[in-house]
């Protein structure tokens, strides 16, 4: 008699489905490999990865434009030359969660950031340990919803004060986004690099996702802050 | 013109900022697709760059009538499946497509009683024989029709439906023991007589 065996019902391989075309995963080549090849094609304008200055003085005010220009060069020597990338990864995955936690008031808010303290050992075994003011995580799975919440809420909010907020402007609000978003740029391509090496982990997606949507609601702030006339056309 | 209009724009004139910006953007989804569709990481690295660069190639015809991720990934679909057809897998694949005697197992009793199982439906689907994980991701992953998987793999729409049958099927059975958090239709049993 043969065994009898069950199957998974179709409405739940229709829900694996779906959840599998939102899966991501990190980038499979490199942006240097792929920019030689591009150039190769001639799709990239020579000199457009190192542009000057000027044009993006032009383009922009200053101080953002002007950490893009040195970008490339800075970028790959910072993963380089130092060798202790991960180290710098988890400091700045700590930033991402702390600016999830904190949202847009971590900016302007100095008592948050002294509710924050990060610190990165680097004697032992080049482990970043965090503490965050506040009620103790139960456990992982606890710390791990809260993360979530935190950046829906986070996410939720920006995109609400980017469309909505019409309080007071703050001085030199244009050049606090740029410089966040310079630092989000960071954390964006060392998340990226460190999921080339874990694509599956989850903590590692979390913060790739974390600096990528701050980085959306970033530039929507920039775009708001700017004065009015002026064109964002680089980010 | 909005942002992302403008990044487009300036990704059109050759501007590097730009194209890794749309890179940056839509990387883990396309990168994704090519790597579903290839089942081997090396393979997949190697096409995702072509991939890409077909995607920076084909720019200028982007109009923004649709999504920019959902326009490369088109594009990265039909470039995939290119790439395969050069290394000579989609011969198989299409060979495999028309011969119901596909080299994996389709015998569910086998299946169970090797204990076959899988523990993601990426990994159940690595299990499913060229032909019918093609058309199955093609149709249920990517949204073709069967007439679009028809021409796009040079078999007949009957010959496409077949193969999404047999895979969803097969697929049913590999992740049948994950069924027991789901509520409607669990352990649907099928005993063969004796």
Redesign the interface.
């Known amino acids: 008699?043969?065994?009898?065996?069950?199957?998974?019902?179709?409405?739940?391989?229709d829900?694996?489905?779906t959840?599998?075309?939102t899966?991501?995963?990190?980038?499979?080549?490199e942006?240097s490999?792929?920019?030689l090849?591009?150039r190769q094609?001639g799709?990239?304008?020579d000199g457009?990865?190192a542009?000057a200055q000027s044009d993006y003085a032009r383009d922009y005010d200053r101080g953002y434009a002007r950490d893009?220009a040195a970008e490339?060069e800075r970028r790959g020597g910072w993963l380089r030359t130092t060798g202790r990338w991960t180290m710098r990864l988890a400091a700045s995955a700590a930033l991402v969660g702390a600016g999830v936690v904190a949202g847009r008031g971590m900016t302007f808010g100095q008592g948050l950031i002294d509710q924050i303290q990060v610190a990165v050992s680097d004697s032992v075994g080049h482990r970043a340990a965090i503490h965050v003011g506040g009620k103790p995580f139960s456990s992982p799975a606890d710390a791990r919803r809260t993360l979530l919440r935190a950046q829906t809420d986070y996410q939720r909010a920006a995109a609400f004060l980017a469309a909505t907020d019409s309080g007071p402007r703050i001085a030199g609000e244009p050049d606090v986004y740029r410089d966040r978003l310079a630092g989000l740029d960071e954390m964006?391509?060392a998340s990226?690099g460190a999921l080339k090496n874990a694509p599956q982990d989850p903590l590692l997606n979390q913060y790739?996702l974390s600096a990528?949507a701050a980085r959306e609601a970033t530039?929507q702030q920039l775009?708001n802050a700017l004065p009015v006339g002026a064109?964002?056309?680089?980010? | 013109m909005t942002t992302h209009q403008t990044i487009v724009q300036r990704a059109v004139e050759g501007d590097e900022r730009a194209l890794r910006q749309l890179w940056m953007e839509n990387a883990p989804h396309i990168d994704a697709v090519v790597l579903r569709l290839c089942g081997d990481r090396d393979l997949a690295a190697d096409v995702a760059q072509e991939v890409w660069i077909q995607i920076f190639r084909a720019l200028p015809s982007y109009r923004g009538d649709s999504q920019f991720g959902t326009w490369a990934h088109r594009i990265a679909v039909n470039r995939t499946l290119n790439a395969l057809r050069k290394v000579r897998r989609i011969a198989k694949v299409e060979m495999d497509v028309e011969d119901d005697t596909a080299a994996a197992p389709d015998n569910p009793e086998a299946d169970t009683e090797r204990g076959i199982m899988a523990e993601s439906i990426d990994q159940a689907v690595r299990k499913l024989s060229p032909g019918a994980r093609t058309v199955f991701l093609l149709h249920d992953m990517e949204g073709y029709t069967h007439e679009e998987i028809a021409r796009e793999l040079g078999i007949t729409t009957g010959g496409s439906k077949s193969q999404l049958f047999k895979a969803r099927a097969k697929l049913r059975r590999l992740l049948a023991h994950l069924s027991d958090g789901f509520s409607t239709g669990v352990g649907q049993e099928h005993g063969t007589p004796i």
């Open positions: 008699m043969a065994l009898p065996f069950k199957e998974l019902p179709e409405q739940a391989l829900a694996m489905i959840r599998e075309q899966r991501i995963v990190a980038p499979l080549t942006w490999t792929l920019s090849a591009l094609e799709l990239v304008r457009s990865g542009r893009y490339p964006t391509a990226l790739y990528a530039i775009g064109t964002m056309v680089r980010f």
